[in-house]
């Protein structure tokens, strides 16, 4: 008879992700364990588990893109392995364990024969997804303009988690060396080395930029040092004063659409200050602390904290806060244009 599964699903960070399965009388079917990727699954060996032994954790193994190639028991002993096309398509499956995640790092679903990529599924036996692109694409990036195609037809060396997003792997693993590093002589030399250019090391940066800070968001446009480094979808505009661009670590920018509400803090000295341009996601143990890592100005002591959520849909400015009036900075701040966009909840301190 037809069953149903029910799925628990972490939409915490940027990315969402499954992280238990239920059947529809509520009993869990699987427990997914993750840190940065997939690191193992556990599924019940009977009905009603008791015990841990019932509980057999399988550990997974991953290649270069993040597609699936080994499970292994508790003590590392291979018990599965999978093979793929290169766009996904699974050639072979040898284990007793049904697991959904496979290229790339995503689950397959073999009803309908496509992957899950959030936004749009992709159908591995062709490579193309089954929806239109929304991006309607740059006439300097002619590959950009084909609607359907995963990762430009170059899944050896790109992925697209969101399904709007794709990137290079290159480009995101090479990010982290050049941060501070923004100038377009010293940037387009480094990038002539690592193969990359300097957008898709921009378009990169932003993606892990926002993964870490877990905000869920479409990369819009890239800036560094007031200059367009990477630019996809229209923004209605980039231009804001020196001093905004000046207040980011580098003057490197991320203009991003927000895909979820987020909840932000906002530090001030005065508890008429109310709602503002600027604004963080991260809320300080201290005055002190946001005061440092905030690089506020000696004016600004810290001691009232305002809460709002930014509502899903809302275009922002994000990026490290950048070390002024002997301060560190670090922080992640949003500045957002129009203040009317924020819903304001008040005071939370003192």
């Known amino acids: 008879p037809p069953t149903t599964t029910n799925f ?82 699974l050639i072979a499956h040898t284990g007793p364990h049904p697991q959904p995640y496979a290229f790339a790092g995503e689950p397959y679903d073999p009803n309908v024969a496509l992957q899950y990529h959030r936004m749009r599924w992709m159908a591995p036996r062709v490579g193309r997804f089954a929806a239109m692109d929304s991006f309607e694409g740059t006439d300097d990036d002619p590959s950009s303009l084909h609607k359907y195609a995963y990762v430009d037809a170059n899944p050896v060396n790109k992925i697209d988690p969101s399904g709007r997003n794709d990137y290079s792997l290159g480009g995101l693993i090479t990010v982290a060396a050049i941060i501070g590093v923004v100038n377009s002589v010293a940037t387009m030399s480094y990038t002539a080395t690592v193969g990359a250019t300097k957008a898709e090391i921009a378009k990169a940066g932003a993606i892990g930029f926002l993964k870490g800070a877990a905000v869920g968001a479409t990369v819009y446009a890239v800036l560094w040092g007031g200059a367009i480094a990477y630019i996809g979808y229209a923004t209605g505009g980039l231009t804001f004063s020196q001093q905004v661009y000046d207040a980011f670590r580098a003057g490197r920018v991320y203009v991003v659409r927000l895909e979820e509400n987020i909840l932000v803090y906002r530090y001030a000295a005065s508890p008429s200050a109310g709602p503002g341009n600027w604004w963080t996601t991260t809320r300080f143990a201290t005055a002190t602390d946001a005061i440092e890592e905030l690089a506020l100005p000696a004016s600004n002591t810290a001691q009232y904290v305002y809460q709002a959520v930014i509502p899903k849909g809302t275009l922002i400015l994000v990026g490290e806060a950048a070390p002024l009036f002997g301060r560190a900075g670090g922080a992640v701040q949003v500045f957002v244009a129009n203040v009317n966009q924020v819903w304001f909840h008040g005071l939370v301190l003192p």
């Open 8 to 89: 628990l699903v972490d939409i915490s960070g940027s990315l969402s992700h499954v992280v238990a399965e239920t059947d529809q009388a509520g009993a869990f079917k699987a427990y997914y364990v993750r840190g940065d990727d997939l690191l193992a699954v556990m599924r019940p060996l009977v009905p009603a588990p008791a015990t841990a032994a019932d509980w057999p954790t399988r550990s997974y193994h991953a290649d270069g893109v993040g597609s699936i190639r080994r499970l292994t028991d508790e003590n590392g002993q291979i018990t599965d392995g999978y093979s793929h096309t290169a766009f996904g398509e």
